[in-house]
């Protein structure tokens, strides 16, 4: 799976979405839920916006001078005995991880929750290669097993799926026989997931927040298949974003405890796995062989942009788990792994326009993202500056829609324009009103008047009845 | 204290009634209220489309009708909020920043103007009726105003307020979202006439035309026996 | 100390970085002092019992079971909650905090009951994870702990695996009082201070609050996903 999910165009996808009702359901009880969660967790620090104020210095400081931490942290690696691989390219990095995977002769891989490599589409490559590639995330398992169904979300990735199409899918690809009951799933994933983890030779997970000072990465998890991962596989691989780095523990700390509150409403989760290369002499269990892979794959192209705050980014869905555009279209309508707000900004830089450009109109720009991100990433205005790259700079927009703004601006800039146009439109409208209302409108209104009324414009529009006040008023 | 109208697009064509509750209700606070004739548009809907060039003309000619207004008054959050934009969209221009900049700084939404400036909670307005109140996304969280509508709402003789469920829910207008995206517009208004019924008010107030067109249009044509109203409509009840 | 790893193709990655920067390549950057630290703000100037309170009711959200109990009345209380959990077999740590807290005759005496246990031994190898694996209960001590969020830290170490409290159906984590501070704050401070005067992270630093759990099937909690299905703390007054 790349970054892309789905061959449908945009508008299909998006009929898809709403008419499926059991998914739209699901998504908005979790909304509800998360949304609580998060305001909880805030509510209870008092001061949530300090916090975000915090979060965004260090976030807006390490990007600025991301290479110099990449480079320090680098370092830090091989120090301890890791080895680091910066990767321009998918490509690039999946051939690494190949290789390290077949010169430690590699069969069975168990992986724990990551975008990156879903993005670089690693599982296929590895699979290519001969590999068994075992997603060990309960969610991503799921998924894995329903025939590679895409994630909708990036925290929750099976949150599409209710219980009863689970509980057939470990009956029709595993032999399941028990209920649908949640809890009897999950034992049944942690049976089978287990004899999974104990032969398994290579581990690979992502990295939630590297820490140069030490080069450390630390992995933000509840189940615990990430500590799994990187206890018993005798090589760990760990592949990361090139921006998910922070200067020290100090920062680390300060951005898990943002992150799990915001995506989860948890003061911490269950296991917060900090890592610092592979094993030291002495100690039994962790990696013998530690390799970090550092992923470039588009993202320095945002760098020095107007949208660079887009890679301070910490992953944690709060602005997908507030976006009503979200809870009635669904993960999948967005075409990419990174669906909702930070999907509909982030995606087009990763994508180009040309496969990704209904995706920042996909927004009412009503800033329930940007009031929601822990980082205080302006979401809203990204969608609102891609919008405007789309119009100005690509030339993609709509004839129909350069003529009517083009329109617009002349009506508005100038109030002679701006009279005629308004004295006209009762006219222009007059045939469509019945009942001072126009239910059946023609060209662009036709898309409003299919779903609601739409007022008749007044004969005498408010300057013609200010000025008659006024005159009757004597003034 | 002298008052600059900015009546908005919507008002002047549509909703009409709402600029004049708009005028009388301010006289009667005390103001002395005038209507620069040569504006326009704020240039919202270009803006939001992605026209920057295009909306900066009509915001240039904005910034020149409203130049010598000592308050500038709207009673519109999204358009307010619009103006309290400017200075963004001209970062960086040496001439026009520091003239968006004092647009945006003397300009209100009539409800904050009502409350913060002119320092009134209740303005003797009488209206018999269950309400619920539309908490607009640019206006709460754009502009910043939340307390201000409820505040005056709350001191309206006659007018019980009824909590809106989901209120902190976008409506769904999102001016061109509506007709370009409108399947997913379809889906949220939907949501919102729901939670407007579940309310269990009989009128619907709001603080933002686009909005109230977009909810109202939707209740009409759902044939919902729930009235829409303007809070300059509300405010100038008697 | 192991061998140094290699790097590859860092030099054009980082330049690429730079260029799209608008700048040169930095090889020196001072970490700001951040002008909001709403972190050290949290259960400031809390007393230790109070911390213990704090954590206490935090564990009550975080399905993790506590008990309170003197140094002296240590041993009896774990050999009870090991019966009382029907635990069969028990992997701990090699820690000399074992004996510290008069633990040193537990094998022993759990031995008598017909309870298997194994205390990590470096030179066991992969027996040490096939134990693990299916053992029923795993004892670590806590080398800090969190009030806020309920959360002890191991600090793995050749006689510490990473899998005693990962492996094992249930496991138990020793709290002294005195390991206890208000949140991941002071313990990061901590982290980043052996940083700076060069001395060694462990290799495996776990922050762990009470159970597994997974909420990826319709946001359900369900407790109990790859790591223990259990968790219980034991508070130790140490003074």
């Not at chain 1, 004899?195 to 820490?211: H, S, V, Y």
């Not at chain 3, 920067?21 to 001072?30: I, K, P, W």
Request: hydrophobic content about 35%; glycine content about 8%.
């Amino acid at each position: 799976m790349a970054m892309k999910i789905g061959e449908k165009p945009f508008k299909e996808r998006v009929s898809d979405g709403i008419g499926d009702l059991f998914m739209r359901g699901a998504v908005s009880s979790a909304q509800g839920r998360f949304r609580s969660g998060r305001l909880n967790a805030a509510e209870e620090l008092g001061n949530w916006e300090d916090w975000r104020k915090l979060g965004e210095e260090i976030r807006t400081h390490t990007i600025e001078n991301l290479d110099y931490y990449l480079e320090l942290l680098s370092e830090n690696v091989t120090k301890r005995g890791g080895h680091v691989f910066f990767a321009e390219t998918a490509e690039e990095a999946n051939e690494y991880i190949t290789n390290v995977v077949k010169k430690n002769n590699g069969k069975k891989v168990v992986k724990s929750k990551s975008m990156v490599t879903e993005e670089i589409n690693m599982n296929e490559a590895l699979e290519n290669a001969g590999c068994e590639v075992i997603e060990s995330d309960l969610g991503e398992w799921i998924l894995q097993v329903d025939d590679h169904d895409p994630p909708s979300h990036i925290v929750t990735p099976a949150l599409h799926k209710n219980k009863e199409q689970i509980r057939d899918v470990f009956r029709d690809k595993l032999g399941y026989d028990k209920t649908e009951k949640p809890e009897e799933l999950a034992l049944f994933a942690r049976e089978k997931l287990r004899e999974e983890f104990l032969q398994a030779d290579i581990g690979i997970t992502g990295c939630n927040f590297a820490i140069a000072e030490s080069g450390t990465i630390s992995l933000v998890t509840n189940e615990g298949n990430a500590r799994m991962v990187t206890t018993i596989p005798k090589t760990q691989i760990t592949v990361m974003g090139m921006e998910r780095i922070v200067p020290t523990w100090e920062e680390m700390e300060v951005l898990v405890s943002l992150l799990t509150r915001a995506a989860v409403g948890q003061k911490l989760t269950s296991y917060i796995t900090a890592l610092t290369g592979p094993k030291q002499v002495g100690e039994v269990d962790g990696p013998e062989e530690f390799h970090l892979v550092i992923v470039d794959n588009g993202r320095s192209k945002i760098l020095g942009t107007a949208f660079q705050s887009i890679l301070h980014c910490i992953r944690c869905a709060a602005c997908i788990n507030v976006c009503p555009v979200y809870r009635h279209v669904g993960g999948h309508s967005y075409g990419s792994i990174y669906p909702g707000p930070v999907g509909a900004v982030l995606t087009p830089l990763l994508g180009g326009y040309d496969e990704y450009k209904e995706l920042p109109y996909a927004s009412t720009l009503c800033a329930a993202c940007t009031e929601a991100c822990p980082v205080k990433i302006p979401l809203h205005e990204h969608l609102l500056r891609h919008r405007q790259g789309i119009v100005e700079k690509e030339g993609k927009a709509p004839v129909f829609e350069n003529i009517s703004m083009k329109a617009f601006s002349m009506g508005t800039a100038s109030p002679s324009m701006y009279n005629i146009g308004s004295r006209l439109a009762p006219k222009a409208l007059g045939a469509f009103v019945k009942d001072d209302k126009i239910s059946d409108g023609p060209g662009p209104l036709k898309n409003w008047t299919e779903i609601r009324d739409f007022p008749a414009p007044k004969k005498d529009r408010f300057r013609d009845l200010y000025k008659k006040r006024k005159k009757e008023r004597g003034e | 204290m002298k008052v600059s109208l900015f009546v908005t697009c919507l008002i002047d064509i549509f909703q009409t009634d709402v600029g004049l509750d708009t005028v009388e209700l301010l006289e009667r606070l005390g103001c002395e209220v005038d209507f620069p004739e040569m504006q326009t548009c704020c240039g919202q809907p270009a803006y939001n489309s992605g026209y920057v060039d295009k909306a900066k003309e009509s915001m240039k000619h904005m910034i020149n009708v409203f130049e010598h207004s000592e308050y500038v008054v709207t009673p519109s959050g999204s358009c307010g909020t619009m103006f309290r934009e400017y200075p963004h969209v001209f970062k960086g221009d040496p001439v026009w920043e520091p003239r968006a900049q004092k647009l945006a700084d003397k300009t209100y939404e009539l409800t904050q103007f009502i409350v913060d400036v002119l320092g009134v909670e209740d303005v003797g307005a009488k209206l018999n009726g269950k309400a619920t109140y539309h908490t607009s996304c640019h206006m709460t969280r754009l502009l910043g105003v939340k307390e201000a509508p409820m505040k005056l709402l709350n001191k309206v003789d006659g007018l019980e307020m009824k909590p809106l469920p989901h209120n902190y829910n976008c409506c769904g207008f999102g001016g061109t979202f509506s007709v370009k995206m409108s399947e997913i517009s379809e889906q949220m208004v939907d949501e919102k006439v729901q939670s407007v019924e579940d309310s269990g008010a009989e009128i619907l107030v709001g603080a933002d035309c686009g909005c109230l067109m977009n909810i109202g249009g939707r209740i009409d044509r759902k044939g919902k026996p729930i009235k829409v109203m303007h809070i300059a409509s509300v405010l100038n009840s008697r | 100390m192991m061998a140094a790893g290699q790097v590859y193709n860092r030099n054009s990655f980082l330049d690429n970085l730079a260029k799209n920067l608008g700048r040169e390549r930095r090889h020196q950057v001072e970490r700001p002092e951040w002008d909001h630290n709403p972190q050290w703000g949290v259960l400031k100037g809390a007393t230790q019992d109070e911390l213990v309170e704090v954590l206490k009711k935090q564990c009550l959200l975080i399905h993790t079971d506590v008990h309170e109990t003197v140094s002296s009345e240590l041993p009896a209380l774990i050999t009870h909650l090991i019966k009382e959990y029907g635990g069969k077999s028990v992997v701990t740590w090699d820690d000399p905090r074992f004996e510290e807290f008069g633990l040193s005759g537990l094998p022993k005496e759990l031995n008598e009951e017909e309870i298997a246990v194994r205390v990590w031994d470096q030179e066991g190898g992969e027996e040490n994870l096939a134990f693990s694996a299916t053992a029923d209960i795993g004892i670590t001590f806590s080398d800090a702990t969190l009030a806020e969020s309920g959360t002890v830290v191991l600090f793995s170490d050749k006689g510490k695996g990473r899998a005693v409290s990962l492996l094992p159906v249930i496991y138990f984590a020793i709290i002294p009082k005195s390991t206890i501070v208000p949140r991941m704050t002071q313990v990061a401070k901590h982290i980043h201070n052996k940083v700076e005067n060069g001395e060694l992270v462990p290799s495996c630093v776990n922050f762990i609050s009470g159970p597994s759990n997974s909420a990826d099937i319709e946001m359900n909690l369900i407790v109990g996903v790859h790591g223990p299905v259990r968790a219980t703390y034991i508070i130790v007054d140490d003074k």
